[in-house]
DNA sequence: GTTTAACCCTGCACGC
DNA sequence: TGCGTGCAGGGTTAAA
């Protein structure tokens, strides 16, 4: 789950949970549910402390979701590649790799479900959020204001890494992943390879316009639901993105504006696709 | 400083 | 049909 998607996530929290007091926290038996609230020790020292709380604030940093309580404390969440919060109730029975049960007293729930346990939660005291190491690290939103082109170009002038490693790290742009960073490096009509510090001011003119212009279409298609681990909304529906995606898992199907068949590459581990004529 | 590989998990598509 | 392999949107770490 990328920036869209955790915003759309949380938009829809904001609607549906903000407001609701926590009646009881379940952490499921099996031994990946501790994974996934592997901060804490045992799991009532996770659901003591949101049981009775009500949900006062949902905000997004980067790819992850805070949840203030009533009591200052955050109940941080991170998704990871294949965790998601779903509303439900109790008649609706859990899906496999439901790992968290949050029960609203006002009536149903609220499910984290992660098959692979890359995601995780955990709440964090109101005075040490501001410790979290993963939290700190987190760069720039690109939704923020204070994201200019002025200044993104001289974060980019900075660095002299490949375009596509430093869109996906975290502490130099928050948000972006494999796919958006491949839909913004066709927008831009920039190579996965071109090196930071050697580009033209039309170039990062280019590149940060197309941040800003894929992440809000994104979040207005309401995120991409691919096959594999389809992310879904708060309440299970898909989003509509992945209709508009220009390259990424088109691997030799045709450029949707020049023909040329999308070609991909493996870098770290991970597939950048790209068009060969268009970018460059 | 930058890049790579390995690792953390489960599930699915694919080829033999 | 069954089985092994590779791959998947997250991130960290050590080593090159």
Known sequence: MELPEVEVMRRDLEKDVVGRRVKS???????????????HGRRKEFSSRLEGRKVAKAERKGKYLLLTLDSGEVLVVHFGMSGQFIRANKRVALPPHT???????????????????????????????????????????PLEDTFTWQSFGDLLAQRAAKLKALLMDQKFVSGLGNIYSDEVLFAAGLRYDRTSDALSSQEVRR?????????QEAIR??????????????FGKPGEYQHE?????????????????I??????????????????
């Open 99 to 141: 790992h968290v049960v949050i029960t609203f007293q006002q009536g149903g729930d609220l499910r984290f479900v992660d098959p692979r346990t890359f995601g995780e939660l955990f709440v964090s005291a109101a005075d040490e959020i501001g410790k979290v190491k993963e939290l700190q690290h987190i760069a720039i939103d």
């Open 245 to 261: 995606l220009k390259v990424y898992g088109r691997r030799g199907l045709p450029c949707r504006r020049c023909r040329t068949p």
């Open 263 to 280: 070609d991909v590459v493996r870098i770290s581990n991970r597939s950048s696709y790209f068009c060969p004529q268009c970018q460059s």
């Open 25 to 39: 926290v379940e952490v499921r038996p099996s031994k990946n549910a501790m994974r996934v609230i592997r901060r």
């Open 207 to 215: 590149l940060y316009r197309a941040i800003q212009e894929i992440v």
């Open 221 to 234: 298609y309401r995120g991409t639901t691919l096959d594999d681990v389809a992310y879904v909304d708060l």
